[in-house]
């Protein structure tokens, strides 16, 4: 082997030894925050439980904030979602736009599903977490903008609604709560929820004729 694809094949096998660390890590946290509650658990504990050390977890995530930012980060996978943001600028039928974001909506929360507990629990021990569910939804809004944005100058708007209130009523049902309401508590399908998520929009934002 030359000197030069011993050192290719050295940084290969580096990287493939971090994104193993890291996924090792990350399933030992979703694993610790779901049974212990994610107050309770330390870093120091989570090392142990993924077998790595402390300044590995720290080298890699910053923080316990940073922990769970890449475990709903990965929850769905990037392809994936851009395949779906695509899929919604491509389509020209308003209705069907709204199809797709029923969809996406439907996908991003089946696959965040396992880490709604974690996620409310969070919120409320600890206020940065708090923080960080703030600035995904504040993200979330500004991304939705487009699609509004859009549906106003295609004049597919209901009449009388805002480019305000559209965005607003748009975020509100698009969110997280709702679905966990549903699917979670009230034991709705996935499907069910995604069909409902679908007339819902369509009624309630668009001027159906």
Same mark, same amino acid.
């Given at each position: ?89 491509? +389509? @020209? *039928?308003?209705? %069907?736009?709204?199809?797709? !974001? ?10 965040? &599903? ?39 100058? +295609? @004049? *597919?708007?209901? %009449?009388?609604?805002?480019? !305000? ?10 969110? &997280? ?33």
């Amino acid at each position: 082997m030359t000197q030069k694809n011993k050192r290719v094949y050295n940084s290969e096998a580096r990287d493939a030894q971090a994104v193993q660390t890291k996924n090792r890590i990350l399933e030992s946290a979703k694993s610790l925050f779901q049974t212990e509650g994610f107050d309770r658990v330390t870093i120091g504990k989570l090392a142990q439980s993924a077998g790595v050390s402390m300044p590995t977890v720290y080298a890699i995530f910053k923080s316990k904030r940073g922990i769970l930012q890449s475990l709903i980060d990965e929850s769905l996978p990037l392809n994936q979602f851009k395949a779906l943001v695509e899929e919604g600028k491509l +389509e @020209k *039928s308003p209705k %069907k736009r709204m199809d797709i !974001t029923a969809k996406m909506a439907r996908q991003i929360y089946d696959a965040e &599903r396992e880490l709604m507990d974690i996620l409310r629990s969070a919120s409320v021990v600890a206020p940065e977490f708090k923080e960080l569910e703030q600035e995904r939804e504040k993200r979330r809004y500004e991304r939705q903008q487009e699609t509004i944005t859009r549906m106003m100058k +295609e @004049k *597919s708007l209901a %009449k009388g609604l805002s480019l !305000t209130k559209a965005r607003d009523i748009f975020w509100a049902l698009t969110g &997280r709560d709702i679905y966990r309401m549903f699917v979670v508590e009230c034991g709705w399908t996935s499907d069910e929820y995604e069909k409902w998520l679908t007339q819902i929009l369509i009624n309630s934002l668009l001027e159906v004729v």
